[in-house]
């Protein structure tokens, strides 16, 4: 059974285009062991939960192999606030997420993202969780990070700086990651 790689995008048409770099280095480095599902997202520019949810749900259903979730900005709370209010499903073995924002208590009025009061509950069984944040990111504030950091202390902090909201800076860390969770001894 190979693994199977879920990358959903953060928002913009031009975030796609700067993630299809992500999404090639994964599958220049990673070898046929690894499918990489890198689904279109609709109305990328003006996104909604509810769409994008569908989007990650759907492909959800149709994997069969051992699942890892990646997820840009927008693309990372999406999975977050999906498993807020449903459990992890078994094949998903681990979940890479880099500068995910957090849309609660902050001055950002976007509600429809928020994550459910008790998402640390469906989460807590994933041992398995990378949160990625870059000092110099220009969208998404240092803060997001300590935020994530109160709700889910047990998950894997990677911060690092000289990396912009692309983190193409941090593709080397993401590959040693996926090639982590798919180790045996896990």
Do not use: C
């Not at 202390?153 to 860390?173: E, K, L, M, T």
Request: hydrophobic residues 40%; glycine residues 6%; charged residues 20%.
């Amino acid at each position: 059974m190979g693994y199977e790689i879920l990358f959903i995008q953060g928002a913009g048409n031009v975030t796609t285009e700067e993630e299809q770099v992500i999404v090639d280095a994964l599958r220049a480095n990673l070898g046929n062991e690894f499918t990489i599902i890198y689904p279109p997202m609709p109305d990328a520019d003006y996104p909604t939960y509810v769409s994008w949810n569908e989007v990650l749900t759907t492909n959800l259903k149709k994997l069969s192999g051992k699942v890892i979730l990646l997820g840009h900005s927008l693309g990372a709370s999406i999975i977050l606030k999906h498993f807020s209010s449903a459990p992890v499903p078994d094949k998903v073995i681990g979940m890479i997420l880099f500068g995910a924002p957090y849309w609660k208590d902050q001055h950002w009025d976007v509600s429809e993202y928020v994550i459910a009061d008790n998402f640390a509950a469906n989460l807590s069984k994933l041992k398995n969780i990378y949160f990625y944040y870059s000092l110099d990111d220009e969208v998404i504030p240092y803060t997001h990070l300590e935020s994530y950091q109160k709700l889910l202390p047990q998950a894997n902090w990677r911060i690092i700086s000289g990396v912009d909201h692309s983190y193409h800076g941090a593709i080397n860390d993401m590959i040693k990651d996926v090639q982590e969770l798919a180790s045996p001894s896990l």
